[in-house]
């Protein structure tokens, strides 16, 4: 269970994130909404709104995939000295 619940942590920002940004092609520039560049003028506007709900988990679940593949890939030097 843990294993799927990790996997779906990483996936569903992902979506989420994509499906805001389909939704948003053609109101303005997707820079200025998602990079949050906006929130200059105040938390309220679109723009800082979009970057706090949608951006941030997304950069966040990239972050963790880092953290999962790293820990899948490199060894763990404590495990190798009690195996001798």
């Not at 920002?13 to 805001?20: E, M, T």
């Not at 972050?63 to 490199?74: D, E, I, K, T």
């Amino acid at each position: 269970m843990a294993k799927q619940r990790g996997t779906l942590d990483m996936v569903l920002p992902a979506v989420w994130f994509a499906l805001k940004l389909l939704l948003a092609l053609g109101k303005g520039s997707l820079l200025f909404q998602f990079s949050g560049e906006a929130c200059v003028n105040g938390v309220r506007p679109i723009g800082c709104i979009n970057w706090f709900v949608f951006t941030i988990p997304f950069v966040r679940s990239f972050y963790s995939l880092g953290a999962y593949v790293a820990s899948r890939l490199l060894i763990n030097p404590i495990a190798l000295d009690h195996e001798t």
